[in-house]
């Protein structure tokens, strides 16, 4: 199985500063033949359910806000929220879809400093 | 409206069975592939099982091979889990949850609010 790492497990930052997000893949999820990377980032708000916002590891979801990118490739990625609004306090999760079973990180948890 | 509807979850005692069902709704349901993703108490995400559109295929995470079962009745645009044996580590909240694609891609585009299931005696 693909283990998924997220680093940190939370997070302070200060409404309108940058938020950056690390995942790392234990194995690469970059498929040669395509040059995409089956890499996944999730944001669950408190009591909610998870909602998509980046696929193939940079392709923001329709409806997403362009404050949230992702970059990165083959095994090392990136979430970034360049300025970050309050209703982003939530746990923010990757996902790598590259094998089965498909297997998530543990989270980051995003705070208000 | 799209959405996904979970139901079916409650308290079971260890061993004994329950079947989740999940209703879509304001989409063709019939052209995505479906997941089951469960989240235990305070704690991360774990997918569970998908099912290929069409039925055809079936995919399931090693801790519930043999009891649980994922199944479609595209017919009725309802998406089901039938756990047996069920353990006190299945306890968790259940999503459904949407493939853009047809044969898995595996990401999971449309998430429903979930549906709680409690093992305990």
């Known amino acids: 199985d693909i283990v998924m790492t997220q680093s940190p497990d939370s997070l302070a930052v200060s409404l309108g500063e940058r938020a950056t997000f690390n995942c790392k893949s234990s194995q690469s999820v970059l498929y040669s033949s395509n040059n995409n990377n089956y890499l996944a980032w999730y944001r669950q708000k408190p009591g909610q359910p998870p909602k998509l916002l980046i696929q193939?590891?940079?392709t923001r979801e329709s409806g997403v806000p362009d404050r949230f990118s992702g970059s990165g490739s083959g095994t090392d990625f990136t979430l970034t929220i360049s300025s970050l609004q309050a209703e982003d306090v939530a746990v923010y999760y990757c996902q790598q879809y590259y094998s089965i079973p498909y297997t998530f990180g543990q989270g980051t948890k995003l705070e208000i400093k | 409206q799209v959405q996904l509807v979970e139901s079916g979850g409650g308290v079971v005692q260890p061993g004994r069975s329950l079947r989740l069902s999940c209703a879509a709704s304001?989409?063709?349901?019939?052209?995505?592939?479906m997941h089951w993703v469960r989240q235990a108490p305070g704690k991360g995400l774990e997918w569970v099982a998908v099912i290929w559109n069409d039925g055809s295929k079936e995919y399931y995470v090693n801790s519930v091979k043999g009891r649980f079962t994922i199944s479609r009745d595209n017919s009725k645009n309802t998406l089901y889990l039938q756990m047996n044996s069920l353990r006190g580590d299945d306890t968790a909240v259940y999503y459904c949850?949407?493939?853009?694609?047809?044969?898995?891609?595996?990401?999971?585009?449309?998430w429903g609010r979930g549906t709680l299931v409690t093992v305990s005696s």
């Open positions: 949850a949407r493939d853009p694609g047809a044969t898995a891609a595996g990401y999971f585009d449309l």
């Open positions: 304001g989409f063709s349901f019939s052209n995505y592939a």
């Open positions: 193939w590891a940079s």
